[in-house]
């Protein structure tokens, strides 16, 4: 119960301010100690509700689809400025906070540095020719799941995507257009800003993606 009231301390308070909630306000908010708060966020870090500073274990570097460093999107809402971890967190974040009627997602192409912007809400897909490309397939997001955040990254097209494959001698990974990254990411955290959230398991997961029209086994699925 007290790692639980944590998650959810720490979820509500990034969604109103942006900013991870610290030892002391996730405290006073849940009525714990700093000593229980402190043996949560080590619980709520092993069941992956949450990622911390591997040299600060008071420091919430991630709760998905939030993050408190910069990752090359910045999500901005009416009266708040979010870091999203990731194209899929930052596509996210309008769904998962219903209140907001849209967002302005922002970032660069990392072949070619080209701004891009886009108006997403929970409606319908944001218009463009963008790609996103994921660099690190599902059965391994979490062997180093900041790596795989910066690299779930959005492109100007294919070609930026080629070009940055070659430069840095990475292995392509999975392209979708804007419209699956929206769908993709359109329930995937749904539920996570109320008391008793379960995350996915693997098979869920699988079903999830196949639902969104993923395919491969990329995402642990079949081609057709």
Same mark, same amino acid.
């Given at each position: 119960?007290?790692?639980?009231?944590?998650?959810?301390?720490?979820?509500?308070?990034?969604?109103?301010?942006?900013?991870?909630?610290?030892?002391?306000?996730?405290?006073?908010?849940?009525?714990?100690?700093?000593?229980?708060?402190?043996?949560?966020?080590?619980?709520?870090?092993?069941?992956?509700?949450?990622?911390?500073?591997?040299?600060?274990?008071?420091?919430?570097?991630?709760?998905?689809?939030?993050?408190?460093?910069?990752?090359?999107?910045?999500?901005?809402?009416?009266?708040?400025?979010? @870091?999203?971890?990731?194209?899929?967190?930052?596509?996210?974040?309008?769904?998962?906070?219903?209140?907001?009627?849209?967002?302005?997602?922002?970032?660069?192409?990392?072949?070619?540095?080209?701004?891009?912007?886009?108006?997403?809400?929970?409606?319908?897909?944001?218009?463009? /020719?963008?790609?996103?490309?994921?660099?690190?397939?599902?059965?391994?997001?979490?062997? /180093?799941?900041?790596?795989?955040?910066? /690299?779930?990254?959005?492109?100007?097209?294919?070609?930026?995507?080629?070009?940055?494959?070659?430069?840095?001698?990475?292995?392509?990974?999975?392209?979708?257009?804007?419209?699956?990254?929206?769908?993709?990411?359109?329930?995937?955290?749904?539920?996570?800003?109320?008391?008793?959230?379960?995350?996915?398991?693997?098979?869920?997961?699988?079903?999830?993606?196949?639902?969104?029209?993923?395919?491969?086994?990329? @995402?642990?699925?079949?081609?057709?």
């Amino acid at each position: 119960m007290a790692a639980e009231d944590v998650r959810l301390a720490v979820y509500k308070g990034f969604a109103r301010t942006g900013q991870a909630p610290q030892t002391d306000t996730l405290a006073a908010t849940t009525g714990l100690s700093t000593d229980e708060v402190r043996s949560a966020l080590e619980q709520l870090h092993g069941s992956r509700d949450i990622v911390l500073d591997p040299s600060d274990r008071e420091r919430i570097v991630m709760a998905h689809p939030f993050s408190s460093i910069p990752m090359h999107f910045s999500v901005m809402g009416p009266d708040t400025l979010w @870091w999203g971890g990731c194209a899929w967190d930052s596509f996210a974040i309008p769904h998962l906070l219903e209140w907001l009627p849209e967002v302005l997602v922002a970032t660069r192409c990392p072949f070619c540095a080209t701004p891009h912007a886009w108006t997403v809400t929970a409606k319908e897909p944001p218009q463009g /020719n963008q790609v996103a490309h994921f660099l690190t397939p599902a059965d391994h997001v979490w062997d /180093n799941v900041i790596h795989t955040c910066e /690299n779930q990254r959005l492109f100007c097209s294919v070609d930026c995507v080629e070009g940055w494959l070659e430069r840095t001698g990475q292995q392509r990974g999975y392209v979708m257009d804007l419209g699956t990254l929206w769908r993709l990411a359109r329930g995937w955290y749904a539920g996570r800003l109320s008391h008793g959230y379960q995350r996915r398991d693997p098979a869920s997961a699988a079903a999830y993606f196949a639902s969104v029209g993923l395919r491969g086994p990329f @995402w642990g699925l079949p081609e057709d």
